[in-house]
């Protein structure tokens, strides 16, 4: 789910990206931003810290980091702001400028924002398939979730959400429900 922040959905994918594995490398050495807050902004500047030494974090309100976090971030030179964001400012969902609520702006090529995972629909859950703490389907090595016949692979059941991890995943599990079929009707 993605937060209400006007401009934010033109932009997701192009120059608002959630991921620094698949989009780090296009905006290295950038003026980049991060819409974080506490451990989860915290732990994210210290990854994208490796792309670039022009950082700063929107904490899009109060800050949440604490006094050794902050003190960490600025011995890192990355930067914290706390003014709250008006608007996304863009050209076709390339990012020119963050608007804040005081009228200010602050200008960045790319900002981090990891939005929470939620699943498509709630089949697995109607089906009686147990999610993860954090939402995934759960699954064993073989990909079964806890329902015997039900099998999942893909986004829905890891935080490592790649095209390669997915199409890796399909292939065990097709691999385990051809099994399963056979060992069913032995
Ligand atoms: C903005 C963005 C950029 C990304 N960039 C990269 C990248 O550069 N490199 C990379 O490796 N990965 C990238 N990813 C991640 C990658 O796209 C996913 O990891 C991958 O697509 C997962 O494949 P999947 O088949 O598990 O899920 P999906 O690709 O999400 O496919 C699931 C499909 O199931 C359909 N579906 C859902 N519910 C139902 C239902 N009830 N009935 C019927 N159909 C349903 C959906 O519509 C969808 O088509 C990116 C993701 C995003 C969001």
């Not at 931003?33 to 451990?39: D, P």
Request: charged share 15%.
């Amino acid at each position: 789910m993605l937060p209400g922040i006007t401009g934010f959905p033109a932009c997701w994918g192009i120059s608002v990206l959630h991921c620094p594995y698949c989009h780090g490398y296009e905006v290295r050495n950038e003026k980049t931003g991060i819409l974080g807050n506490g451990a989860n902004g915290y732990e994210l500047a210290m990854l994208i810290s490796n792309w670039t030494n022009d950082l700063t974090l929107f904490t899009n309100g109060t800050s949440a980091f604490t006094q050794e976090q902050t003190a960490q971030l600025q011995k890192h030179h990355i930067k914290i702001t706390e003014r709250e964001i008006e608007r996304l400012q863009h050209n076709n969902g390339h990012l020119q400028n963050v608007l804040f609520k005081d009228g200010t702006k602050s200008s960045v090529k790319a900002i981090y924002a990891p939005a929470p995972f939620e699943q498509h629909c709630k089949m697995p859950e109607t089906l009686g398939c147990e999610l993860t703490n954090e939402g995934y389907i759960k699954i064993d090595a073989f990909h079964k979730t806890t329902v015997h016949g039900i099998f999942a692979c893909g986004d829905n059941t890891t935080r490592m959400r790649t095209v390669a991890n997915a199409v890796a995943m399909g292939t065990t599990t097709g691999m385990m429900v051809n099994k399963e079929i056979i060992l069913d009707n032995w």
